[in-house]
Nanobody, 117 residues
Framework: QVQLVESGGGLAQPGGSLRLSCAAS????????AGWYRQAPGKQRDLVAS???????NYADSVKGRFTISRDNTKNTVYLQMNSLKLEDTAVYYC???????????WGQGTQVTVSS
């Protein structure tokens, strides 16, 4: 059974940093590609960043230069380093991943990120 477990959300001040983690818990399958999405109240869920099997990355324009997605294949974990946080980064952040040998996409439960002074 594949389960994505997110951690690292919380409260940060504008200009601060947070690091989100997304671990494939209890999985014998390795992450092929992954991404982070976010959803603010009353808004749609939007892609924030993604990373391919080869390590290529893609970012939403709103987070370019501030956020960094990375992966540790030995830990089957994907990270989102968020720097220079802004009030508008406040949202629930979800990770999603596709695994080698599996055809469906999996989602984490979401972690709240609140940026407030």
């Amino acid at each position: 059974q594949v389960q994505l477990v997110e951690s690292g959300g919380g409260l940060a001040q504008p200009g601060g940093s947070l690091r989100l983690s997304c671990a494939a818990s209890g999985s014998i399958f390795s992450i092929y590609a992954a991404g982070w999405y976010r959803q603010a109240p009353g808004k749609q869920r939007d892609l924030v960043a993604s990373i391919t099997s080869g390590g290529s990355t893609n970012y939403a324009d709103s987070v370019k230069g501030r956020f960094t997605i990375s992966r540790d294949n030995t830990k089957n974990t994907v990270y989102l380093q968020m720097n220079s946080l802004k009030l508008e980064d406040t949202a629930v952040y979800y990770c999603t991943a596709r695994f080698y040998g599996l055809t469906q996409d999996y989602w984490g439960q979401g972690t709240q990120v609140t940026v407030s002074s």
